[in-house]
């Protein structure tokens, strides 16, 4: 089947360390890779996307990229900031479905 | 952008009665919308799929008679959880579609606590 599992938290760093949040997925197709991110009494929010082997998904300073040998879609981020602080979820599409399957989440805090 | 709207963001219940949660699509129309529950330290599980103008599509080990799931127009769906228990408390999310980008909004959630 299709799942993904994340690095399990809650991740707590201080500002401008660098950051990884692991994300692994097993899939039966060829899946389209997300990190969506939720601020406090927000909804989810889409953080960057992959679609295709090597692809690498970009935005607000965070990257993550699409590996199929290991893979893996680790989400990194080079000096967090306290206003990163917020649960983040990676994901899968299989290619025509239209279902996404999401990781448990990681609850990342950033203290100045 | 596309903004979706849940609402209310937080009801209480008892037990035995019925809540009705509503997912709107603001700015654009949503042909499908998803309805998923999230448990405390837990992914978002997919509950159900629901389609504008027909019936929902129901993931396996989801009571379709409990979760009443209604598209009767394009821009809301609703989710109506029947004779709540304890256990149906949850945060309950609701994502549609947007067919200009093929991307999904999600709404701010609903959490229900059912006493």
């Known amino acids: 089947g299709n799942s993904v599992t994340q690095m399990e938290g809650p991740v707590t760093l201080s500002e401008e360390a660098f950051l990884t949040i692991n994300c692994t997925y097993t899939a039966t197709g060829y899946p389209s890779l997300f990190w969506y991110v939720q601020y406090p009494g927000e909804g989810l929010q889409l953080l960057l996307k992959a679609t295709k082997a090597d692809d690498k998904g970009s935005n607000k300073g965070f990257e993550a990229t699409y590996r199929k040998e290991t893979t893996s879609f680790h989400l990194e981020k080079g000096s967090v900031q306290v206003s990163d602080s917020a649960v983040y979820f990676c994901a899968l599409m299989i290619q025509g479905a239209q279902k996404l399957v999401f990781g448990q989440g990681t609850r990342l805090t950033i203290n100045p | 952008g596309a903004v979706v709207s849940q609402h209310p963001s937080r009801v209480i219940c008892k037990s035995g009665t019925s809540v009705k949660i509503e997912c709107r699509s603001l700015?654009?129309?949503?042909?499908?919308m998803f309805w998923y529950r999230q448990f405390p330290k837990q992914s978002l599980m997919l509950m159900a799929t629901?389609?504008?103008?027909?019936?929902?599509?129901?993931e396996q080990g989801v009571e379709k008679d409990k979760f009443l799931i209604n598209h009767a127009s394009l821009t809301l769906s609703t989710l109506t959880v029947t004779s709540a228990h304890p256990e149906d408390s949850s945060f309950y999310i609701c994502?549609?579609?947007?067919?200009?980008?093929?991307?999904?909004?999600f709404g701010s959630g609903t959490r229900l606590t059912v006493v």
């Open positions: 629901s389609n504008e103008g027909s019936k929902a599509t129901y």
């Open positions: 700015d654009f129309q949503a042909t499908t």
């Open positions: 994502s549609a579609r947007d067919p200009r980008s093929s991307g999904y909004t």
